[in-house]
């Protein structure tokens, strides 16, 4: 089938989405639907406004390093016109703290030194797609440090990685990690003035990637697809069933693991995907501390539900200001709050007369772990791209990051359309 004739359907409307909608309309598709079940486009991009200035409860930077992103930017002529970032570290107490304690800093050096050479041979962390993924990578991070005995590097990585919701390293396998967070990313973090960040905030991409897409279904959640006797797809909202030719998904995957063209094997793997369970929260207050602070104490999971990083983002008055916290859901049987327990780490911290203004729940960071690495998770994945004409994108194929999705998104319009 020629492309203007061909329909395609993409379902979320995150920046995989948006990538793959807004490429597919560049290479002469003309029939292009995104389906988003939220009012908004953008997912996990996600700028809010107060008194003029926006602020993010999802995505917040990208670094020099990410090239993907940096493209997508000189395409959309967009510039990383935000405020600069500064980053601290704190104790609960609010005292400043040091990262690297300094005895340790010559063994950071030796490491750091060390791990382009190590990395070098885990040749699959170049390529797109996961595939040939070296076994060694399918182990949590904690152990592929423990091989490698990276002692510093690890708590390190724990800064960066578990900071920002993705996970505790003693279960997420070192293949996301370091996906997530590559040697070139690891080197921009510590050039932390470099990030950007825009005024206009992070959904600028979005909302200029959707200036191009004609055909956007907001609040029109897609619950099932049916394969039909002529080949063809039916896409089912609560609204309506329309026909495509080809579909593509950006979103969480397991809820459609009741496809019934899948067979069980996909379907049981579907269900294994995990998650961290994040949220963020803005909270208007008074004395409010300034700039970007991490509390490295609350990065163990026993701290959980604690305050991991805040920011205000702005330049800030005496007034009461709006300041941006993230912290993962307290433990299960906690008998504090989430609310309770962020209240108190505020008050610790000195800031007075917290208000909650808004809040954002997220189901962050898919992964799946060691033992379906090992079985061969990405594999299966792999092989079911066009199977049905169906195709799968978005973050647990990608591995998170704006630069991630981006760049996956691309690849698999190169592979397939
Ligand atoms: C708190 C937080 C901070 C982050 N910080 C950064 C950062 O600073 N830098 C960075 O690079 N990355 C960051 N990330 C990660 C980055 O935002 C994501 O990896 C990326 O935006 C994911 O894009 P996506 O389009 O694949 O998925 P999503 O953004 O999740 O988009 C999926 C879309 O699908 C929609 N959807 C779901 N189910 C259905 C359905 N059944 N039918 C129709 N639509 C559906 C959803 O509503 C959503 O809009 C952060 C993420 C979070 C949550």
Redesign the pocket.
Known sequence: MNKPNCKVAV???????LVIAEGLIKRGYENVTI????ER?????YTIWYKGKSYE??????LPS?LNLKRLMEQLDIKADGPKLSRINYNADGKKTMQIPKELLKDFIDELDRLPDVLEKYSSLENISLQNIESALMLTFSKWCDIHQFKVLKTVYVHYFTI??LGNIEEVPALYVLKIMNYDHLMSFMRLPEFSTWKDGVTSLTEALSKSIKDIRLG????DILLASNGKLHVKTPYEVLEYDRVII???LE?FSHFHFWDRDMKERLNRIKYQS?N?YAFLANRVPKGCGCILENLSPSRQGHITIWNTRWEISNDEELIIL?AYDPPYDSKLSPLEIIIGDLSRLGVENPRLYQAKH?K?CPYVDTSELENGFYDKMEAMQGKNNIFLA??IM?T??????IRYSIDLLNRFF
């Open positions: 379902v979320g409307g995150g920046i995989s989405g389906f988003e079940k939220s486009i953008g997912g996990k991009l409860l999802g995505a917040s930077f990208g990410q920002f919701g029109q959640r897609v619950i950006t979103t969480p809820q994040f963020v993230y997220w962050h978005g973050e990608s998170l990051s704006i630069d991630n999705c």
